[in-house]
């Protein structure tokens, strides 16, 4: 075998070592996200019907506290906050996996004029709902759980859904409108929007 042959054999050989450990390590990281609960529309509904009158003091708390033209998206985790976005004076302040006791949690409350009294509140009342996030707007969106790669959502609004709202929420994918003012959403997970699992758009 001359020496071209064995240098592309090697080379051939040293790219299906890469390969193999790459898929390796692909499968442990694809095993971590899928090992958490999968939930279901069902059991989104089925949340919202338990915990309604919750889920309506959660909204009713967050607007009383949130500042105008200030935008914001907090999600609580057991150890850390999760999430704690802040758009205000056109400048957006991106955070992940906060310690609830640093000095950038504690400068994203001062921009709100929160106090941490205030955040412990919304938690509570976010955990007494059985929900875990929420962001400002009309609708607030509500954050119930995450699901393998995605998210659900509850979007509250204002008032009840007049039918042109409900046609563009009600798309048969990320959006399924529910009843009244209370539109599901599934999506905003690893890989952007989706649909809600078992629909085929």
Not at 109 to 122: A, D, P, R, V
Not at 167 to 191: H, P, R
Request: net charge negative.
């Amino acid at each position: 075998m001359n020496k071209a042959a064995k240098w592309i054999l090697s080379i051939l050989g040293i790219g299906l070592l890469i390969f193999f450990v790459f898929a390796i390590i692909m499968a442990i990281v694809l095993d971590g996200i899928f090992e958490g609960e999968n939930y279901s529309k069902e059991d989104l509904i089925k949340n919202y019907e338990n915990n309604k009158n919750q889920i309506i003091e959660v909204k009713r708390y967050f607007k009383s506290i949130i500042p105008e033209d200030v935008y914001v998206d907090i999600e609580f985790g057991k150890k850390e906050i999760e999430i704690f976005h802040l758009k205000k004076n056109g400048i957006y302040d991106s955070n992940w996996n906060l310690n609830y006791q640093s000095g950038k949690t504690d400068s994203l409350l001062n921009e709100l004029e929160w106090s941490k009294e205030q955040m412990n509140i919304l938690q509570e009342k976010l955990s007494k709902a059985n929900c875990i996030s929420i962001s400002s707007g009309n609708p607030i969106t509500i954050g119930w759980q995450r699901s393998v790669m995605g998210k659900y959502f509850y979007k509250v609004f204002d008032s009840n859904l007049d039918e042109s709202q409900r046609g563009k929420y009600n798309d048969n994918c990320s959006f399924i409108f529910y009843k009244e003012n209370i539109v599901l959403e599934y999506g905003g997970g690893a890989i952007g929007s989706q649909c809600f699992p078992g629909i085929n758009n």
